[in-house]
């Protein structure tokens, strides 16, 4: 049987993009960085009828600032082209996002974060990964463009499941948006195998106006976030012992983690309860001494 | 659709190539143009073996879709031409046994001396934390990775007073 060869289109500015993946829909798949996408050609397990790539379009990739929100707050904007590789060696982002930078360092080796793309990693939205879960901590959002217009989706509502998202298919993930840290942020990433695996657990915690938000990634199909455990902190700063402790294993609770070759369950739950407390204690270190954000390998 | 054509510089050299548009660059690398230093093992992405700089920065060619090289410029170890200070070094400390993952680290390494000349340990066992070695020469690799770092110093040192003696 001959092998069916995909056509390449490559556009050359949003608009001709668009316009390609209005007509194509699923029948073809888009290719930013192309790892994941790379990966699953070399396995046979895609074989579309064309690969659309947003490699280039340059006015795909870029990082500003936008002077204010709503709240006076400036928000960091970053196209979806962006590589995780300019992302974290980004002053701009070191700067003003710092927890952002470091996570983005934490994924895989240099080799991959030179190709992978902030767009990529989320329109990806694979359980393991490091960036959701803490650009699901931090409020951020992504910008879904169509011919129809646009859309702003909190990365919490973007990600829905086992590698889907709530992209449709005539839509591109053409912008991320991550508010100002605020108080503080940490994200920890525990591996349980080598230094540039995926994460085993991952645990990203951020107080913004006196508020918590944990989020554990990597443990189930898609970032996993309870209000209420975290609602314990409220108007707690810093986070008592205890109480640190608590929230710990009321998440290892809460969760149920998937076995993988990462670790079992159990396993998982267990270190759940250790990671999310030692996030909420590493949240009060940096709040006490720079009222900044960093992050914890 | 049939192959296309891709036009990229590798190791200073403009070169056009036919390749489908769902192959990887390893292959092309390969098939069309006879590189044996980029080699597929895992086809993941995860063992270095296959790496190239891509506009001087490393890349696994087993997962870069070939048309993704187009415009860009390619470097691969047959481009260092065998004298370059991080290839002295592998000799000098002899950084290898079976010499499979050499050229994959000596590009890594390249790079990572560029943007960094002066790396301390733990900075050069992040750099080198996704390029394995099987033969497990990583003491080896970081010591030759050290010994590189202090060549190329000199080679720089060399080129300000070379530099300096013709303007004088
Ligand atoms: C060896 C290896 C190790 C890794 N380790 C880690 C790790 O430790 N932590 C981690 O977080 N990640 C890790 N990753 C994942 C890596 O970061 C992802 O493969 C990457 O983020 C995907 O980005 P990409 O730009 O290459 O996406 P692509 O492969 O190009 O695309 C990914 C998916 O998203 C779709 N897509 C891409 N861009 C858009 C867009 N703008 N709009 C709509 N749809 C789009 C594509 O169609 C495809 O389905 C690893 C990957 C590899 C290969
Ligand atoms: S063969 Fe490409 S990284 Fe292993
Ligand atoms: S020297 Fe044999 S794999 Fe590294």
């Not at chain 2, 001396?113 to 080198?128: F, G, M, V």
Request: net charge neutral; with cysteine.
């Amino acid at each position: 049987m001959a092998r069916h060869i995909p056509a390449w289109l490559a556009p050359t500015s949003l608009e001709e993009a668009l316009e390609l993946r209005a007509r194509y829909g699923e029948e073809a798949t888009v290719v930013a960085g192309g790892t994941f996408v790379g990966i699953l050609m070399n396995q046979g397990l895609l074989q579309p009828a064309a690969l659309l790539t947003l490699r280039q379009i340059p006015q795909l990739a870029y990082l500003r600032i936008e002077d204010a929100d709503a709240s006076g707050q400036p928000l960091l904007r970053i196209g979806a082209m962006t590589t995780h590789r300019a992302l974290e060696r980004s002053p701009l982002v070191q700067r003003g996002w710092p927890v952002l930078a470091a996570t983005f360092a934490l994924v895989a080796s240099p080799r991959v974060r030179n190709q992978a793309t902030v767009g990529g990693v989320l329109a990806d939205a694979d359980y393991a990964s490091d960036p959701p879960a803490l650009l699901h901590a931090l409020e951020a959002s992504v910008v879904a463009r169509s011919l129809q217009g646009e859309r702003l989706i909190p990365v919490e509502e973007l990600i829905i499941g086992h590698y889907e998202t709530s992209l449709r298919p005539d839509e591109l993930l053409t912008e991320v948006r991550v508010p100002r840290t605020m108080e503080g942020a940490v994200y920890r990433k525990f591996r349980s195998r080598s230094s540039e695996d995926r994460p085993c657990v991952a645990v990203a915690a951020v107080r913004r106006r006196g508020r918590l938000r944990v989020v554990v990634g990597a443990v189930a199909e898609r970032p996993q976030y309870f209000p209420e455990i975290c609602a314990l902190a409220e108007g707690q700063a810093p986070i008592e012992a205890a109480l640190a402790r608590e929230i710990g294993e009321r998440y290892a609770a809460a969760i149920e983690p998937i076995s993988d070759a990462r670790g079992s369950a159990h396993y998982r739950r267990r270190v759940i309860a250790v990671e999310v407390r030692r996030a909420l204690e590493d949240l009060n270190r940096i709040i006490a001494t720079e009222g900044g954000s960093q992050r914890h390998a | 659709m049939a192959a296309m054509e891709i036009h990229f510089t590798l190791n200073g050299q403009p070169v056009a190539v036919q390749a489908e548009p769902d192959e990887m660059l390893l292959e092309v690398l390969r098939r069309e143009l006879g590189l044996r230093s980029v080699r597929e093992t895992c086809g993941l992405g995860i063992c270095g073996a296959c790496t190239a700089l891509l506009n001087g920065q490393p890349i696994s060619t087993c997962i870069l879709l070939a048309p993704l090289a187009e415009g860009c410029d390619i470097t691969t170890v047959e481009g260092l031409g065998g004298r370059h200070p991080v290839q002295r070094a592998f000799e000098e400390v002899q950084a290898f046994q079976c010499g499979y993952c050499t050229p994959g680290m000596i590009l890594t390494i390249k790079a990572l001396l560029e943007e960094q000349p002066e790396p301390d340990e733990e900075t050069i066992r992040r750099a080198l934390g996704g390029n394995l070695c099987r033969c497990g020469c990583y003491l080896k690799i970081i010591q030759a990775t050290q010994r590189a770092a202090v060549l190329l110093a000199e080679e720089r040192r060399r080129q300000v007073e070379r530099s300096a003696a013709s303007t004088s």
